[in-house]
């Protein structure tokens, strides 16, 4: 499968990215920014952790930061309710005096879904702004990602799309049902329990949302050290007894031709059980994740 297949992935307005911990999830996401040569990209962050920045607190306020081709933004939900309710509420004050209280600070905190809905308000105003061609996000992992795609959907139900809110939340499902506006991208290491968590997740939202994954990353795919017609020769070889580099050598090599199987079935596997578009991502070493993100862009780009 070659990035040629990922046409949705590559002309959506929004693409959200997931996947379970440890994947490399955020650092594919940056990774999907840079690939978008030509365009204005939009990477945002749902997380305390930024690529751009490492470790990074959010701000009470709605920060956009340039850098060249691409401008980023950590969100928090504190911030997105602060906007969401002056889009609905008559004036700023009247916003400050419900959010500076405690008890109704307390009751959005709390309260199920808030979080999750007035993120995706912010995302898709981002996306309505025509500020940017595409909008990157980062979501949480697997599990929270789901929930936090079904949440206008289920509040659209409960409201029946009466008020402001209900309204808004049909108008999110709808742009999330949209596979011209938005993308799903799920983030997978060749192992077993990235790839049946990928499958599961695609079922999920089939059942729960309506539509599926579009495109699934192969990330961190040990690559064979020879050629498909010479890996018998290399298994051949024996170094039983032997005490010197070349034994090293060949050894090393068919640990490697081993990992590079294992890998290979898996991904044998994952095309098997899902009939979504892939791309694989070899291992790559570099020592920062933004040269490392931008390493995964090439491959994404071509």
């Not at 916003?95 to 008890?103: D, M, S, W």
């Not at 949440?151 to 009466?162: Q, Y």
């Not at 799903?184 to 192992?191: D, G, K, M, Y």
């Amino acid at each position: 499968m070659t990035v040629d297949n990922l046409i949705m992935w590559k002309n959506s307005k929004v693409i959200f990215v997931t996947g379970k911990g440890g994947v490399g999830k955020s650092i594919v996401a940056a990774a999907i920014a840079h690939s978008l040569k030509g365009k204005k990209v939009l990477l945002v962050e749902t997380d305390t952790y930024s690529v751009f920045d490492g470790e990074s607190e959010k701000s009470e306020i709605i920060q956009i930061k340039n850098r060249g081709k691409i401008s980023s933004t950590n969100l928090s939900p504190q911030s997105c309710l602060n906007a969401t309710l002056r889009k609905f509420l008559p004036s700023k004050r009247v916003v400050k005096a419900i959010t500076g209280n405690r008890v109704t600070r307390a009751f959005f905190d709390s309260a199920p879904s808030v979080n999750e809905f007035v993120l995706l308000e912010q995302i898709y105003e981002f996306v309505g702004s025509g500020d940017w061609d595409h909008v990157v996000v980062d979501l949480p992992a697997t599990g929270h990602a789901l929930t936090f795609l079904v949440v206008p959907k289920t509040l659209a139900k409960m409201m029946r799309g009466i008020g402001p809110i209900g309204k808004s939340a049909n108008e999110l499902s709808k742009s999330i049902l949209d596979k011209v506006t938005t993308s799903i991208v799920s983030v997978c290491l060749p192992e077993e329990m990235p790839v049946n968590e990928t499958i599961e997740l695609h079922e999920a939202l089939i059942d729960t949302l309506g539509r599926g994954l579009d495109d699934v990353i192969l990330n961190m795919v040990n690559q064979s050290p020879t050629e498909s017609t010479d890996t018998k020769a290399l298994r051949d070889l024996s170094t039983e007894g032997k005490d010197d580099i070349f034994s090293e050598f060949i050894s090393a090599n068919q640990i490697a031709l081993d990992w590079a199987s294992r890998d290979e079935n898996y991904i044998h596997e994952l095309k098997k059980r899902l009939d979504v578009p892939q791309v694989v991502v070899p291992m790559f070493y570099e020592d920062n994740d933004l040269s490392l993100s931008k390493r995964i862009a090439a491959v994404l780009s071509n």
